[in-house]
């Protein structure tokens, strides 16, 4: 059964997957993922603006990647929203291997061919002994369909990560291939929602 069938039967009420991106963060400019740097005096403040509308939404639990920043803004909001908090590994932002906490520039010169391959396959390519973007999505989307389920008709946040976020915005936009989620903007404490009817799901807002 696809969207429009289900709004033609009537539609139930949506499970609302709310989403943001932990930051900014205390960061040297550096490519990094776990366990990542802590939220900045800035970041603590942006996610903490996000408390008035989380609280309009009727979030219900807050989930984070069990690194530095999302474990932090994840507890931060649900403290504040008096609401329970769970870290997931499989939530975490993709492994940089060898490219962990260096320097764009570094890594191209280092690397040239690499990074070659890298552009001619955004979502395939992983750095040496680090994770693909389609290895993100394999090992997070099972845990935010999980997700999804345990809150049917009901609201959530998962505080993401640009890679984990993009793995949720295709569940509910699977003409979306993992190559191109780039296109969809990710800021630091912005708020996106997702809808899901069932396993169809609709693009409420993004990065608001």
Known sequence: ???????????????????TRAGPVENPGVLYSHPG???????????AALQPA?????????????????SEAGRLLAEGLGVPFEAHPALR??????????PFEEVRRRWPREVALWT??????????????????????PVLRALLARHRGRAFLV??????????????LPFLPPEEGLRLEQDYARLSELRFYGEDGVLGYLNR
């Open 120 to 141: 001619r396959d955004e979502a395939g390519f992983a750095p040496p002994g680090g994770e693909s973007v389609r290895a993100v999505f394999a090992r997070s989307q």
């Open 93 to 102: 932002e993709r492994s940089w291997g060898a490219w962990e906490g260096l």
């Open 54 to 70: 989380l609280k309009a939404a009727g979030i219900e639990a807050v989930y984070a990647a069990d690194s530095r920043a999302e």
């Open 1 to 19: 059964m696809g969207l429009l069938d289900r709004f033609l039967e009537g539609a139930p009420a949506p499970t609302r997957l709310l989403l």
């Open 159 to 172: 505080v993401g990560n640009c890679t984990v976020n993009r793995a949720a915005l295709a569940l509910a």
């Open 37 to 47: 740097f802590s939220l900045s005096a800035e970041g603590r403040q942006a996610m």
